[in-house]
């Protein structure tokens, strides 16, 4: 038994609060192939789609995979118009841009060719084009209203061009609310992607740099969808409908989870290393959706929590080799900053499962005691932060402690994932956390 569940708060709590008994798996449909890209013309014809808008950025607007579709659309004589002004890291206004570049014609279908910053764009643009509303109405609780997507909404086929957010498959929207400072997001089955085409000649011209942050990004998914607050621990629903999409751990989403995470142990570092390497992207691109899979039913927990706080407060940090002219804090490194500290603190509530992650990214754990399985998992990712040039800590990216009561205040509101932290916590231990996170090794 372990402590937290000792405590008299947590034996009241399971008293009084009927739990769940039940959960949903709700899959997304993807297909994996070298060069399936140029499938897409043909897909939309069969469809029966004649107009598409293509959202991109701009620096992938002149790279092969956004060459490769349209070529497809020409040759399948299916219309487009293209969006190429989709923003790294989008924010509240960059979407309200997509959305009425979506709103602006009679398009029957969307496309996303990019990375989880275009993807989660082109979900919101459908969103708000067919269901035009007041723009906090469908965003998570408590900054919106979250307001379910009243109905079905248009074909968006989701094209990813890194191996990173699994934003391919998941129903989810994430941004950064300027106002706010924060980032937060839509969270809805209807926005999944109609299909996932996953390429692996999207990923040859990723730079290192995006390559190591986006697969971090997955290697933190794996780890928190396999380590929340079990399904059956959250309160029980009053009605089926209302049985959140992030439902905390559970049997098929753990095999997903931990498949991923085999996946990132033996071909991240490749992958980054050496972008001709085959075998590594295809890999990675593969555990990117399978992660997402997992944790688009499980869910996530403190440090992508924490993680929207951190990138909602940059200041002027740049990361090294992205292709951004904006300042940013890279999502996978917001995430990855911050989970050695995490793990440290949740692992007492699930010993067992944070020393299977650690053992499975290559840690030793013969013999190892369950009291330290928080410090081992850390550790093994600490090992990979170092080799894969990631900074050393939050101070590195420019904060300080004075920075923590705003970076503790960033993260309460983010109820959807905290909510799901395995062990209870309170504003003190984030501030634990956040100081634990300024420095990594
Ligand atoms: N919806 C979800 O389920 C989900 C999950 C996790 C993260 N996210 C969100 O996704 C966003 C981050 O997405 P990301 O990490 O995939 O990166 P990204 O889309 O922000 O792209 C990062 C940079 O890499 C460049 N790039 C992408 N693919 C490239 C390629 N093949 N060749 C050359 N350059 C390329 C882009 O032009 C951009 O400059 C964040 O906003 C994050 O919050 C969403």
Not at 108 to 118: E, H, I, K, P, Q
Not at 153 to 168: Q, V
Not at 206 to 230: I, K, M, N
Request: a negative charge.
């Amino acid at each position: 038994m372990t402590q937290w569940l000792n405590d008299p708060i947590t034996q009241w709590y399971n008293k009084t609060v009927a739990h769940d008994y039940a959960f949903e798996m709700a899959t997304a449909a993807v297909r994996f192939g070298f060069g399936v890209t140029r499938e897409v013309g043909a897909e939309l014809a069969d469809l029966g789609k004649q107009y598409a808008l293509v959202f991109t950025d701009a620096n992938l607007r002149s790279l092969p995979p956004v060459a490769t579709v349209l070529e497809s659309l020409e040759e399948h004589r299916i219309r487009y118009s293209t969006f190429d002004r989709v923003r790294v890291e989008p924010t509240d206004e960059s979407f309200r841009e997509a959305i009425s570049a979506a709103q602006a014609d009679n398009f029957d279908c969307f496309l996303a060719v990019g990375g989880g910053s275009t993807i989660d764009t082109a979900k919101a643009a459908n969103l708000y084009s067919c269901y035009p509303a007041d723009f906090l109405d469908y965003v998570n609780p408590p900054i919106g209203k979250g307001k379910p997507v009243p109905g079905p909404l248009k074909t968006l086929l989701a094209i990813p061009t890194t191996a990173g957010t699994g934003s391919e498959t998941t129903g989810v929207t994430i941004f950064d609310f300027v106002r706010m400072h924060a980032k937060t997001g839509i969270a809805h089955r209807r926005l999944k992607p109609t299909l996932g085409l996953l390429d692996p000649e999207n990923t040859r011209t990723l730079p290192p740099a995006v390559a190591a942050s986006t697969g971090l990004d997955v290697l933190s998914h794996a780890v928190e969808s396999y380590t929340t607050l079990p399904f059956d621990k959250r309160p029980l629903p009053e009605r089926p409908i209302l049985r959140p999409a992030y439902q905390g751990s559970n049997p098929i989403s753990d095999v997903w989870s931990l498949e991923a995470l085999r996946l990132v142990a033996t071909y991240l570092h490749r992958a980054v290393a050496d972008p001709s390497d085959d075998e590594a992207r295809a890999s990675m691109l593969l555990a990117a959706s399978y992660a997402g899979i997992g944790f688009g039913n499980a869910g996530l927990h403190l440090p992508h929590g924490m993680s929207y706080a951190v990138s909602g407060l940059v200041r002027d940090y740049k990361a090294p080799g992205y292709p951004v002219g904006h300042p940013l804090v890279p999502h996978g490194i917001s995430v990855i900053l911050n989970a050695p500290a995490v793990f440290r603190f949740t692992s007492s509530a699930r010993p067992e499962r944070h020393l299977k992650a650690a053992e499975i990214l290559g840690a030793k754990v013969n013999g190892a005691r369950l009291e330290d399985a928080g410090k081992i998992l850390a550790d093994k990712i600490i090992e990979f932060m170092q080799d894969l040039h990631i900074p050393n800590g939050l101070r590195e990216l420019g904060y300080q402690s004075s920075d923590i009561p705003a970076l503790v205040e960033g993260t309460l509101p983010q109820h959807r994932v905290t909510k799901l932290s395995p062990r209870p916590f309170g504003p003190e231990d984030l501030a634990k956390i956040f100081s634990d996170a300024m420095v990594a090794w």
